[in-house]
């Protein structure tokens, strides 16, 4: 198959095989499907039918599962999906998908297989020399993934950073309705936070940060293993409230968004998300976070699985209101700079064109 000039419309496979549930890699791939719609390229969403990708992609979905990364019995299933479709790209983003997805891409002689690295995690140097053969470029998230690759020695000629961006969430009432319908009191300073409740994520940080003012309270939005245990350790300050399938107006209902991750987040979409709706921020300096949260400009940095650090951030924010604001509006600039969809779309287009001219 010739592969196209650089003007063509692209025929694309987002392949999503093994995402089942509805985190920062599921938004990815429908964000990122919807911003290259946008620009006029003919995309596909593979995912399992049942998923939430699937019931909120704005493209076209062509229902495929996989769970475990060596079911080399469904590698006919893949090479006939591909066949069918006369994909110019085959994109994956998963790690359970990278090995018969992008096989079965490769026996079909797709012109162009990229991944997406979304965790700033090393490789073992066998998984260097497999990816290596697989595809032909890899995207990082941001260049704290990139610089675990090239430590796991990956060349930095076979990636490029391109990194997410999303739509700016739109709520559905005003920021007090929003206040009001969560019992948020006039007065009080709301610190929230938003994900999944495990470890990594650090929420137990936030809930041990006490030595903050009396107005600061703690929302936490979410589910996850850790729920219980946090239960337990919470303050009268902390109210949980569970899974929010839409957060846009809970996230504007808070005064800064807190992400206390202890392990190397990649690029998380909360950040993002918050910026969209003018948030001020408060992050651990970790992973990918410091290149989104721009200390002293649009949040503010702490060193990871520092409480008294999250305390003090969070008591400068709750007695400053000014700063607040001014966070909140750089990140906003910052959003509509850099991190909108389209913005993200012509990242990705830019890496697609670029190596298919090679």
Same mark, same amino acid.
């Given at each position: ?9 692209? &025929? ?71 066949? &069918? ?41 066998? &998984? ?72 990594? &994520? ?157």
């Amino acid at each position: 198959m010739a592969r196209p000039a650089p003007s063509d419309r692209l &025929k694309i496979a987002q392949v999503g095989s093994s995402l089942f549930d509805w985190g920062g890699i599921e938004r990815y791939v429908a964000y990122l499907s919807q911003g290259l719609a946008a620009r006029g390229h003919d995309v596909d969403v593979w995912c399992p039918a049942e998923s939430p990708l699937a019931q909120r992609a704005t493209v076209a979905v062509r229902p495929s599962a996989l769970r475990g990364q060596f079911r080399f019995d469904r590698i006919g299933g893949f090479v006939r999906l591909f066949r &069918k479709g006369r994909y110019d790209v085959a994109h994956i983003h998963f790690s359970p998908d990278f090995i018969v997805p992008a096989l079965a891409a490769r026996l079909q002689r797709v012109p162009l297989v990229v991944m997406t690295r979304h965790v700033a995690l090393p490789w073992s140097p066998s &998984k260097v020399r497999r990816y290596l053969r697989l595809f032909d470029h890899i995207i990082p998230v941001s260049d704290a993934v990139e610089r675990r690759l090239h430590e796991s020695g990956v060349p930095a000629s076979r990636m490029t950073v391109a990194k997410a961006g999303c739509e700016p969430l739109r709520p559905k009432v005003g920021r007090e309705a929003a206040r009001e319908a969560l019992g948020i009191a006039e007065g009080d300073f709301a610190a929230g936070v938003f994900g999944r409740l495990v470890k990594e &994520k650090g929420v137990d940080v936030l809930l041990r940060a006490q030595s903050v003012p009396d107005h600061v309270r703690y929302e936490v939005f979410g589910e996850g293993p850790e729920l219980d245990s946090l239960r337990r350790e919470a303050g009268p300050r902390t109210t949980f409230r569970g899974f929010v399938p839409d957060v846009a107006d809970a996230m504007n209902a808070m005064d800064a968004i807190v992400l206390p991750s202890v392990w190397e987040e990649a690029f998380p979409y909360a950040a993002l998300e918050a910026m969209s709706l003018g948030r001020a921020l408060v992050a651990s300096r970790i992973g990918g976070l410091p290149e989104v949260v721009v200390d002293g400009e649009t949040g503010l940095l702490f060193d990871p699985g520092s409480s008294p650090m999250l305390a003090s951030c969070l008591t400068r924010l709750a007695g400053d209101a000014d700063l607040v604001a001014r966070l909140g509006a750089a990140g906003l600039a910052s959003h509509r700079a850099t991190y909108e969809l389209g913005h993200m779309a012509e990242r990705i287009e830019r890496v697609y064109f670029a190596n298919l001219e090679r």
